[in-house]
């Protein structure tokens, strides 16, 4: 496995359109798990691979899961930690959105350190093709309706920015040319 550089806004190669993986060999599983990795150490909880320099409809996504008997524990601190569950989609598609949306604040990692809010259906059911190479359709809820919706944007060359109005997006992305001026003064 190895780190990637991650893309940062405005780099056009973010806009790309990305094109359908026509099969999951052992190179797509290489990329995956260099996806995973370099999520990670960001550290975020999705991941495009157009935010990595590759054009290919591929995400991975580690929302956590619950730690079996948190429901139980007294301890709140312990309810929130969650245990690893890394997802991986290939070529992804929304077959179904429910009408109703939620406001939920969203961050990006090609967007470092800022933050909007952003309406999108509450529930999704996704399908794809899974790290085996088996297609699959799955229910999302939650954190992991947002995450695959934002990360699915990518796939369109759309970030959460985008989503905002133009005023609000030019600001951010004023910030972000100030942050970057000021780690290579
Ligand atoms: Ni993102």
Known sequence: MALRPILIAPDPVLKQ?????????????RLMDDMLETMYAAPGIGLAAIQIGEAKR???????KDKPGADESDDEDKKKEKDPDPMYFVNPEIVWASDEKVMCEEGCLSVPDLYEEVERPTRVRVRFVDYHG??????????LAVCIQHEMDHLEGVLFIDHLSRLKREMMLKKLQKARKRETV
């Open 17 to 29: 359109v990305s094109l359908p993986v026509t099969a999951v060999t052992d190179e797509t599983r």
């Open 58 to 64: 591929i995400i991975v996504i580690d929302v956590g």
């Open 134 to 143: 088996k297609q699959r359709e799955i229910d999302c809820e939650g954190m």
